[in-house]
């Protein structure tokens, strides 16, 4: 059974810092490509960001190229997402998501976590 579960949400000024973390199980992770949607109030959620199997490939959305990181630790079954800069905007509901397509993680990924919640004050 895979699980996702997220970590690193809060509470932070604008231009502040947060970086999430999401440790997954249930199967061979360094197969997967890894990402992150987010559910804004009263929006839809929306792909953030994502990485490959191995790392080496990434994509952001528009709004956070530049701001936001992702990356992955195969060894320990884990995936980040380091947020600089932030602004009001980002709030959201942060889902970890999984996928054997680097593709489809960006549109209809497999696997979603229970989110972690970002806000950020102006």
């Known amino acids: 059974q895979v699980q996702l579960v997220e970590s690193g949400g809060g509470l932070v000024q604008a231009g502040a810092s947060l970086r999430l973390s999401c440790a997954a199980s249930g199967r061979t992770f360094s197969t997967y490509a890894m990402g992150w949607f987010r559910q804004a109030p009263a929006k839809e959620r929306e792909f953030v960001a994502a990485?490959?199997?191995?790392?080496?490939?990434?994509y952001y959305a528009d709004s956070v190229k530049g701001r936001f990181t992702i990356s992955r630790d195969n060894d320990k079954n884990t995936v980040y997402m380091q947020m600089n800069s932030l602004k009001p905007e980002d709030t959201a509901v942060y889902y970890c998501?999984?996928?054997?397509?680097?593709?489809?993680?960006?549109?209809?990924?497999?696997?979603w976590g229970q989110g972690t919640q970002v806000t950020v004050s102006s």
């Open positions: 998501v999984e996928d054997l397509s680097s593709r489809s993680i960006q549109t209809i990924p497999r696997y």
């Open positions: 990485t490959g199997w191995n790392g080496a490939l990434y």
